[in-house]
Nanobody
Framework: QLQFVESGGGLVQPGGSLRLSCVAS????????IGWFRQAPGKEREGVSC???????STADSVKGRFTISRDNVANTVYLQMDSLKPEDKARYYC???????????????????????WGQGTQVTVSS
């Protein structure tokens, strides 16, 4: 059974940093494109940053230069390093994946949430002083 478990969220002051982790079980990340998404109350889920199986990345303009996605295939874990956090980054953050045979990277590189098949339960990030 494919499963993601996210962790690392919490309360941080503006300008602070957090590192989110997403551990995959039941499958190997080697053959998946992966992404981090977020959803704030009353807003649609949006792509934050996505990473291909070959380590190409796409990142939303709103977080470019502040957030970095990475993976450790040995640990079967996806990370999102978030620096210079702003109050508008407050949201629930989710990791997700799609198998490389289901969708090629050019299709999922837009980081559109409806292109990704497997989802975790999310971790809450709050940025406030």
């Amino acid at each position: 059974q494919l499963q993601f478990v996210e962790s690392g969220g919490g309360l941080v002051q503006p300008g602070g940093s957090l590192r989110l982790s997403c551990v995959a079980s039941g499958f190997s990340l080697d053959y998946y494109h992966i992404g981090w998404f977020r959803q704030a109350p009353g807003k649609e889920r949006e792509g934050v940053s996505c990473l291909s199986s070959g380590d190409s990345t796409s990142t939303a303009d709103s977080v470019k230069g502040r957030f970095t996605i990475s993976r450790d295939n040995v640990a079967n874990t996806v990370y999102l390093q978030m620096d210079s956090l702003k109050p508008e980054d407050k949201a629930r953050y989710y990791c997700a994946a799609v198998h490389v045979t289901h969708s090629a990277w050019p299709i999922v590189s837009s980081c559109a949430h409806n292109r990704y098949d497997y989802w975790g339960q999310g971790t809450q990030v709050t940025v406030s002083s």
